[in-house]
């Protein structure tokens, strides 16, 4: 499964591998900017929780991988719909955030 989302400029991309699982999954984070160059030597957060009582915002951090991928992993707890806030720090520019919702399969 791919989710994208493209709400900035510079434009952000989510591709999901596939359906994330309990437990352990990869993120993975494309960013270009308008005119579709990849972000380099920029910072990515990956920032996560179930919209419920109780639940902690987690934290991880992605991983520059080259060509505007960033890469990073998540720990879901349980199934059901999950909030995922991408942050993005560029060199000299404000920070952007984007949220995304993740289906998680038990």
Same mark, same amino acid.
Do not use: C, H
């Given at each position: 499964?791919?989710?994208?989302?493209?709400?900035?400029?510079?434009?952000?991309?989510?591709?999901?591998?596939?359906?994330?699982?309990?437990?352990?999954?990869?993120?993975?984070?494309?960013?270009?900017?308008?005119?579709?160059?990849?972000?380099?030597? #920029?910072?990515?957060? $990956?920032?996560?929780?179930? *919209?419920? +009582? =109780?639940?902690?915002?987690? !934290?991880?951090?992605?991983?520059?991988?080259?060509?505007?991928?960033?890469?990073?992993?998540?720990?879901?707890?349980?199934? #059901?719909?999950?909030? $995922?806030?991408?942050?993005? *720090?560029? +060199? =000299?520019?404000?920070?952007? !955030?984007?949220?995304?919702?993740?289906?998680?399969?038990?």
């Amino acid at each position: 499964m791919f989710v994208t989302k493209r709400s900035w400029t510079p434009s952000a991309y989510f591709p999901g591998t596939d359906t994330p699982k309990i437990g352990q999954s990869a993120i993975r984070v494309r960013v270009r900017d308008a005119e579709g160059a990849p972000l380099k030597q #920029g910072k990515v957060v $990956l920032n996560y929780t179930m *919209d419920m +009582p =109780g639940m902690t915002i987690e !934290r991880a951090e992605a991983k520059e991988a080259g060509d505007g991928l960033y890469e990073g992993t998540a720990k879901f707890t349980m199934g #059901g719909p999950w909030s $995922l806030v991408v942050q993005i *720090d560029r +060199p =000299g520019k404000p920070t952007l !955030r984007e949220k995304f919702v993740v289906r998680v399969s038990g």
